[in-house]
Nanobody, 126 residues
Framework: QAQPAESGGVSVQNGGSLTLSCAVS????????LGWFRQTSGKEREAVAG????????NYIDSVKGRFTISRDNAKNTLFLQMNNLQADDTAMYYC???????????????????WGQGTQVTVYS
């Protein structure tokens, strides 16, 4: 069973950059989705970036397009989220996810239970 584990949570100044990493015991093509989600207090967890492990197609929510990049290192079974030009609204707990399916890998289809990482707090300060 794949068990994601993240590292790299820090505080970063507004406009700065940060890379999150997530170790997955193995990458699988079925179910094919890998992703990064975030959650703030009182709000539902939302996807920010998805990667289809079969097609390698990546997708992003509008608010992070051009700033965030999801990628993976197959040799090291590691998923990354490169975050540039961070803003205060990006402050959240970030989770990696694996082994799910859903539209553009930005939504978890009903009935699927992804493997979630433990979460890393990202704080963007002025």
């Amino acid at each position: 069973q794949a068990q994601p584990a993240e590292s790299g949570g820090v505080s970063v100044q507004n406009g700065g950059s940060l890379t999150l990493s997530c170790a997955v015991s193995e990458f699988r093509n079925s179910p094919q989705c890998l992703g990064w989600f975030r959650q703030t207090s009182g709000k539902e967890r939302e996807a920010v970036a998805g990667l289809d492990a079969e097609s390698e197609i990546t997708n992003y929510i509008d608010s992070v397009k051009g700033r965030f990049t999801i990628s993976r290192d197959n040799a090291k079974n590691t998923l990354f989220l490169q975050m540039n030009n961070l803003q205060a609204d990006d402050t959240a707990m970030y989770y990696c996810a694996a082994e799910y399916t859903g539209p553009r890998c930005l939504v978890v289809s009903p009935g699927w239970r992804p493997w979630w990482g433990q979460g890393t707090q990202v704080t963007v300060y002025s």
